[in-house]
C-alpha cells in the first residue's frame, strides 16, 4: 500500500488541474507575498477621515404596517441596550459602542487590533473563529436601526448608528486591524452604508463622511480582487458587486476621484458579467453546493439589479440576467412553502438582504425581492418578507403570487427535487465542477407540512474552538446517507479541501410508474472503490428508498437524521415510530438510534438524533417510510 504522505501529494495533484492550476500558483504566489511584508508597503495604514455625521435627519416613512413596526423597534431597542445580532440568531451581549474586536462567544479580544492586517492569522486558537470579531463590523445593526429611525423618527436610533460608525471609524484605520484583513468584509459594509443611505433617503445627497468610507473601501477591495477570484466562490462576487454598485454611487453624487472610481466601475461590471457564467451550472446552481451561499449569491444579484435601476445605469447583457434568472428559480426550487429550504451544505451565517425581521432560515424575503426584480411577479402572497419590497421602493403589476408549484426534476449540477402532493424531498447528488466541502453524496432530505423530517446537520463553524464537542458536521456520519466501514466517501485534505472528488455512475431520470408513484434511481463508486445504488420510489406521504452496495468493504451504516426525541421500536416489524410516521427496514438489517447534531445557525448546535441501519456489504436495505 502507498505510504500516506505519497498518497496525499498524488491526491494533491489530481485536485490542482480541477482547482485551476493558476489559482493555485496564485495562492502560493499571495502567500509569499504575505510573508515578504510587501503586501503592507501595497495597502498602507490610514486614519485620516474628515469629522462630522455619516447620516442626518430624514422625514419618516409612511404607510408602515404596524405589525412590521413592532417587532423592528423591539430588535433596535435591544441594539440600543448594547446586545448586537450575531449571524441573524445569537444576540449577543456588547458595549455601547461595541468593542469592534471581542469574539462574545468566549468573551477574548484580539490583541493584534493595532497591527497591519497582513500581519494577523487567519485561524487562531487563542481568540477563536475570527468571524465573530468581523461579526460586529459588518454593520447588520446598521440596517435596523436605520429603519428604526426612518419608521419612528425616534433620535435616539439615528445618534447611536452615527456615533457608533464614528467609533468604529475611529478604532479601525484603514487597513490595520482584524476588520480590514478580509475584502469581502469591506464589501459587506459598503452594502450596508449605501443600504442605510438609501433607507435614510440620503443616497443622492450624502455626507463627505459617507463618500470617503466608501472611497476608501473600495480602494481596499479593488486591490487585491485577484485573489478573490481564485477561491471561486462568493468572496469574488461580492466584491465585484461592490466596486460596481459603491463606484457608481460615488460617480452619481459627483465624490472626489472620478477617474480612480472609473476603474473601480469597469473593473466590477467586467467581473460581474465573467462570475455569474463561471461560478454557476447551467441550470443556475452556485458554485458552493449551499443553500445559504446561494442565498447571498442571489441577494448579491439582487443588490447589483437594484442599484442598477436606481441610479440609471445601462443594463447588464442578456446573459447576466438569464443567469440571475436561472439561480432564481433554482433556490425557489429547494424552498419549502415554510420559506425554509434542506440545511444543505457550508453555512457562514451571512444574511446580506437584512430588511425584514424574518427568521434567517426563511428564504422567501430574497425570493420575492429577486422576482420582482427580475420578472416584475411576485412569488408570495401577504407576509413580513415583503418588507424588502417596501424598503427597495419595488412594487410589481403582477400581485398575485404563483402557485407554490415543486415540479420533480433532476438538477444536472448534482440535485433531485421529488415531489408529492403532501410531501417532498431533495437528494444529493456528486457533480463537481467546483469544490465539495461536505461528504453528502445521496443524502436525502425529507419534508411535509412544511417541517423538515429527515433533516441535514449543517456545519456549524469554521474554527471550532478546541474543547468543542459538537462533532464534524461536514462527515458522511452527518448526512442520510450510506458509509462503508465507518470511512468518509471523499478524504479530508484540509480544512476546506476535499479530494478524489466523487463522480456519478449513472443517473436516472424521474420516472411515471403505472401506479402513479414516481421513482428515480443513479450510483456511484466511492474513493476506497465501492458501489453505491440507491433508488427511490414515491407516491404521497408513502417513500420507499433501496439501497444497494458492495464492494470490498466489510460494513455498511446507512444514517438519517431526525429532531424528534419521542420514538419507540417496533422489533417485530424493524421499524422506529416516531410522532409523524414510520420507518421500517427490510429485516436483514439491524437498527438502533444515536445522539447527534444539528446547526441550523452559523455558531449553534441543538441535539438531535441518529437513525442508524447496520448491515453486512454486498447486500441491499429498503427501507420504507410513512408519513401519518
Not at 541 to 551: A, C, L, N, T
Amino acid at each position: 500500500m502507498m505510504p500516506g504522505r505519497i498518497r496525499k501529494f498524488f491526491w494533491y495533484l489530481e485536485i490542482v488541474p480541477k482547482l485551476g492550476i493558476w489559482n493555485v500558483l496564485y495562492v502560493l504566489y499571495y502567500r509569499m507575498l504575505l510573508k515578504s511584508g510587501f503586501l503592507q508597503s501595497k495597502f498602507p495604514v490610514n486614519s485620516t477621515l474628515v469629522k462630522g455625521l455619516v447620516f442626518s435627519k430624514c422625514a419618516t416613512v409612511p404607510d408602515f404596517p404596524i405589525d412590521w413596526e413592532e417587532k423592528l423597534l423591539k430588535q433596535a431597542d435591544r441594539v440600543i441596550s448594547g446586545t448586537l445580532p450575531y449571524y441573524s440568531h445569537h444576540w449577543m451581549e456588547q458595549s455601547t459602542p461595541p468593542d469592534w474586536f471581542l469574539n462574545p462567544f468566549n468573551g477574548k479580544e484580539c490583541k493584534a487590533y493595532n497591527s497591519h492586517w497582513t500581519q494577523i492569522p487567519d485561524f487562531n486558537k487563542e481568540l477563536g473563529d475570527i468571524k465573530n470579531v468581523w461579526e460586529a463590523s459588518r454593520f447588520s445593526w446598521l440596517g435596523i436601526l436605520a429603519r428604526a429611525y426612518a419608521v419612528s423618527g425616534k433620535i435616539i436610533y439615528l445618534d447611536t448608528l452615527n456615533d457608533w460608525i464614528s467609533d468604529w471609524i475611529v478604532k479601525n484605520p484603514v487597513n490595520q486591524g482584524p476588520n480590514w484583513k478580509c475584502g469581502q468584509e469591506a464589501s459587506y459594509r459598503v452594502f450596508s452604508l449605501l443600504n442605510a443611505a438609501n433607507i435614510l433617503d440620503q443616497a443622492e445627497q450624502p455626507s463627505e463622511l459617507l463618500m470617503t468610507m466608501i472611497s476608501l473601501h473600495l480602494r481596499r477591495i479593488s486591490s487585491n480582487t485577484r485573489y478573490a477570484r481564485t477561491q471561486r466562490n462568493n468572496h469574488a462576487t461580492s466584491e465585484a458587486a461592490a466596486l460596481f454598485i459603491g463606484g457608481n454611487w460615488l460617480l452619481k453624487v459627483n465624490a472626489p476621484g472620478q477617474q480612480q472610481i472609473r476603474v473601480y466601475v469597469k473593473k466590477g461590471r467586467e467581473a460581474l458579467e465573467f462570475l455569474v457564467g463561471s461560478l454557476t451550472y447551467e441550470d443556475g446552481s452556485f458554485s458552493q453546493h449551499s443553500v445559504v451561499y446561494h442565498r447571498l449569491f442571489l441577494d448579491t444579484l439582487n443588490s447589483v439589479v437594484f442599484w442598477t435601476k436606481k441610479l440609471g445605469l445601462q443594463e447588464f447583457t442578456p446573459g447576466f440576467y438569464e443567469h440571475a434568472q436561472k439561480a432564481l428559480n433554482w433556490l425557489f426550487a429547494m424552498c419549502d412553502e415554510s420559506g425554509n429550504c434542506p440545511n444543505l451544505g457550508s453555512n457562514d451565517g451571512t444574511l446580506l438582504q437584512s430588511n425584514h425581521s424574518c427568521d434567517y432560515r426563511d428564504f422567501r424575503p430574497s425570493l420575492q425581492l429577486a422576482s420582482v426584480l427580475l420578472e416584475d411577479q411576485v412569488l408570495f402572497g401577504e407576509g413580513p418578507y415583503n418588507e424588502v419590497l417596501y424598503w427597495s421602493g419595488c412594487r410589481s403589476n403582477h400581485q398575485h403570487p404563483k402557485p407554490f408549484i415543486k415540479p420533480s426534476r433532476v438538477f444536472k449540477s448534482g440535485y433531485v427535487v421529488m415531489n408529492n402532493k403532501d410531501s417532498w424531498a431533495m437528494l444529493r447528488l456528486p457533480f463537481y465542477k467546483f469544490r465539495p466541502a461536505h461528504n453528502d453524496t445521496f443524502h436525502f432530505d425529507l419534508w411535509a407540512n412544511g417541517r423538515n423530517l429527515l433533516i441535514d446537520s449543517g456545519s456549524y463553524s469554521y474554527n471550532p474552538e478546541k474543547e468543542c464537542k459538537v462533532p464534524d458536521l461536514k462527515s458522511v456520519h452527518s448526512h442520510n446517507t450510506l458509509s462503508f466501514d465507518q470511512k468518509e466517501q471523499m478524504p479530508r485534505l484540509g480544512r476546506f479541501l476535499l479530494a478524489r472528488w466523487l463522480k456519478p455512475l449513472s443517473v436516472g431520470e424521474i420516472v411515471q410508474l403505472s401506479d402513479g408513484s414516481r421513482s428515480w434511481e443513479g450510483s456511484y463508486i466511492d474513493a476506497a472503490g465501492n458501489f453505491h445504488l440507491r433508488r427511490i420510489k414515491w407516491n404521497n406521504k408513502h417513500w420507499e428508498i433501496v439501497d444497494q452496495f458492495k464492494g470490498g468493504a466489510e460494513n455498511v451504516e446507512i444514517g438519517f437524521n431526525f429532531d424528534d426525541c419521542k420514538y419507540t421500536f417496533d422489533t417485530n416489524a424493524n421499524a422506529l415510530i416516531l410522532p409523524w410516521g414510520k420507518l421500517t427496514v427490510s429485516k436483514n438489517a439491524e437498527i438502533t438510534v444515536r445522539s447527534h447534531t444539528v446547526s441550523q445557525y452559523y455558531f449553534q448546535s441543538s441535539s438531535c438524533f441518529r437513525f442508524i441501519i447496520s448491515s453486512k456489504n454486498n447486500s441491499e436495505v429498503t427501507t420504507f417510510i410513512n408519513i401519518s
